[in-house]
């Protein structure tokens, strides 16, 4: 019989993150991290706000197809009256909509997986991609996240997750900065208020 031999020294492996929550409210800070990474964040205080806001920015950016492939999205949408004119698919869309599964403060990442409807396609090969969020999935750290994650999905955690800190980049071509190449050239992301 073997005995696994004890660690010298327990609280030094990995018991607590490197990274401290900052004083910061949550909000602000994935705004700060997401916007540095070219991404753009817009605050809701509610449903309304949310469709007042799409509505100004699709009218201003003369965005006519989009998809959406998400009842919850489609369903505020339509109470509202905003005139969905839904992309047949995401090859011939202005944008596509979706939601996110958290959103990791530290990092500015929108975490999305393989459950969402169309969650391995709908947030990369659209030229813009609008992610809908709420406050209650907004957490510090990619651990956390991932807590969330073994949380909503405890017995069949999604096949694919994926992390996504704004719009597409590279710097393979020459050194250069390039935006857009392997997925969105715009990201927005609008954190709607769940607090009350």
């Keep these: 019989m073997t005995e ?8 030094s492996e990995g018991n607590s993150s490197v990274y ?41 950016k003369q965005w006519t197809k989009i998809f959406c492939s998400e009842k919850s999205l489609e369903k505020i949408m339509h109470v509202s009256g905003f005139p ?24 500015g990442t929108i975490v999305l997986s393989s459950a969402q409807p169309n969650g391995r396609t709908a947030s990369v090969y659209a030229p813009v991609h609008v992610c809908v969020a709420y406050t209650d999935q907004l957490v510090y750290d990619v651990k956390d996240a991932m807590n969330l994650m073994k949380q909503k999905y405890p017995t069949n955690i999604p096949s694919q997750i994926t992390f996504a800190s704004g719009p597409s980049r590279t710097a393979d071509i020459e050194k250069t900065l390039v935006v857009g190449v392997h997925g969105p050239k715009e990201v927005y992301v609008f954190l709607v208020d769940r607090s009350v």
């Excluded at 696994?4 to 609280?11: E, G, K, L, R």
């Excluded at 047949?88 to 996110?100: E, F, H, M, P, R």
Aim: aromatic share 10%; proline share 7%.
């Design 84 to 107: 969905l004119n839904p992309a047949q698919s995401l090859a011939d869309c202005d944008i596509s909509v979706t939601t996110c599964e958290a959103l990791v403060a530290r990092t």
């Design 4 to 11: 696994s031999t004890p660690i010298p020294f327990p609280q």
């Design 20 to 60: 401290r929550p900052a004083a910061d409210e949550l909000e602000l800070k994935f705004a700060e991290e997401f916007t540095k990474l070219q991404g753009k964040f817009v605050f809701c205080l509610d449903d309304a706000e949310l469709v007042a806001r799409f509505i100004n920015l699709f009218q201003g």
